[in-house]
């Protein structure tokens, strides 16, 4: 009986501690509010204000860190960004207290260590956040961490290796590490293509063909060309950054991440029991923004989608729901098992063993939800010189929905210049339901 009643006491204490948790989605989404105000600043008060380290350390580091780098504050971002990485090794090795409780009571038992595409865009993030600062050196260490990391997940297209590779390519083409950068981007060709929302971005094509002919890779030249030719659309012109010029690199990154529910829904299990469970799913929100228009003078160039963060959670999220399924299934007949136990003592203490089970039973809703929707990108070679930028941000029809200006932008000959714009409108932080599939994309 002692045994019964301690085993019911740490149950109820979970259920407690499970049911303290509601009121997560209220404080993401006054961070996320601020945000959509152009508050970075304000939202890293809400989210230290608000967030709990404990399992969530790796979380609370991840968010504060794109905050940081919307308040353009890249060094504190690269601090937050590397502090998860070295968290995130010492907890991917699970220990047994959290396998027993996730397996017992519900998976936010677990430290949040993220799927394996928000660990890329650790690497990612932290790339470019040095690209940004001119720290090209830190960039390179980045990207060749980045390379041990998409080779022990086999460069998998869910994980984001597409434009992970791409943006490694870049950074060896910036060093002048040519052989390097073609490496990467043959990668990245081979990761966008095995990529379930298969498309080539038009910044890959242009490097691959400008690449092959600068290191004289004729016939890999004509595969590209025909290649590319197939797909449709005008074929990007080859034109090396002339010597006396230099490259603006600007990225997009626009919206937010899709949001993680939970549903309960009816399972039968093996032995033919109906037992509830809670699993988790997407709420979509397409960007607002999908794309910019960048002016200089008479002269204007769009970006291009190079990743769709919505599409690689949905996906990941899609491949894991048969091992989320089974665990929540063995938890329910745990939970059931542990109620005809207590049946055997009194009713009582049945009813409140079924009341904590129910309390417990939570789908894991934890995501890096500061992440955006999705990136694009633009290289632009221009001469030397101070430049005035104006950015039309578009829709998916086209049509202009904010504009911003970039003043006394320099361009040094030889040298890129890398910049960055995180756009989030009201209008990005209401789902659309949660189904994914938009019927046509703009790359």
Sequence with gaps: MHRRRKGLRAVLAAALAVGGCVGYS???GQMERQIAQDNPNEAIAVLEDHAAAGRNAVLLLLNRAIL?????????????LEAAKLLIDRLSVTSVTEQTGALTINDTMRSFVGEPYEQVLVH???????????QLDQARVEVLQLDVELNAL??????????????SGLVFE?????????????KAFEAYRRAQTFFVPTPLRGDLLRLTRHLGLHDELARYRKEFESQGGALQKIADVPEDSGELVFTLHSGLAPVKREAATGVTTMDGRMVMVSMPYYDVRPPRVTSARLHIGAVAKETATVDDIEALAVGSLEKRKPEILARAVARAVIKYNASNEAQNSSEALAFMVNVAGILTERADTRSWSTLPSRISLLRWPLTAGHYRIDIDLLGDDGVVVAQRTLDDVSIVAGQKRFLSLHWVSPDDLVPVGGRYGRSERRH
């Design 124 to 134: 990612v993030y932290e790339a470019l956040n040095y690209l940004e600062m001119g």
């Design 68 to 80: 940081y780098r919307m308040a353009a504050d890249f060094e504190r971002s690269n601090a937050d």
């Design 26 to 28: 209220d404080w993401v």
């Design 154 to 167: 086999g460069d998998d297209p869910l994980a984001g290796a597409g434009f992970a590779r791409y943006l």
């Design 174 to 186: 910036t060093l002048g590490e040519w052989d390097d950068a073609m490496i990467a981007d043959r």
